[in-house]
């Protein structure tokens, strides 16, 4: 017996063709979900990345400034803090919290500065730390970070010596 012309045995099913496309889905979404996963990580490293060049500039600066004007809150109130450190705008909410404290010493009291926005405070002023020997500066930038738009901190901690290491 002979089988009509137009039969073929060699073609796929339905069921492996309804297969293939759900492979085919399977990878295809699991490879977005990568590209959005890796995109997120890619955009907390960049803020993070901000953020440590903030801390970087701010502690700079400080280096540069002489004794007086390190222990003095107003004028790193005025000089400082008065602009934006370069990289801020890269986050989101930023909040910047200075305290410079005595270091190696049995004194108490900070000079604690916070800038939110364009306004900078004086928390708290100590006008003795003048005739310390080093004091320890922390700096705090805290901002909305991804994913999910949460609280981020990030802290570098300096002392900072009178007269410079060699005394």
């Known amino acids: 017996m002979r089988r009509a012309s137009g039969y073929s045995v060699s073609g796929s099913t339905l069921v492996e063709a309804m297969m293939a496309a759900g492979i085919s889905a399977l990878f295809l979404g699991s ?18 990345a901000a953020a440590s060049q903030v801390l970087q500039q ?3 600066s400080m280096r540069i400034a002489n ?40 004194n108490s ?22 005739l310390e020997n080093a004091v320890k500066v922390t700096w705090t930038v805290n901002y909305t970070g991804s994913p999910n738009d949460r609280p981020t901190t990030r802290q ?7 007269g410079g290491v060699a005394k």
């Open 156 to 162: 570098i901690v300096a002392i900072l010596a009178k």
């Open 109 to 130: 009291g900070d000079n604690i500065l916070t800038r939110t926005g364009n306004t900078v405070t004086i928390n708290h002023r100590n006008d003795d730390l003048l």
């Open 31 to 48: 490879l977005f979900a990568m590209n959005t996963k890796s995109m997120s990580t890619i955009k907390m490293a960049r803020e993070a």
């Open 58 to 60: 701010r502690v700079e």
């Open 67 to 106: 004794w007086h004007q390190i222990t003095d809150a107003v004028w790193v109130k005025n000089n400082l803090l008065a602009t934006a450190a370069p990289g801020s705008d890269e986050l989101k909410s930023v909040s910047e919290t200075l305290d410079v404290s005595p270091y190696g010493s049995g």
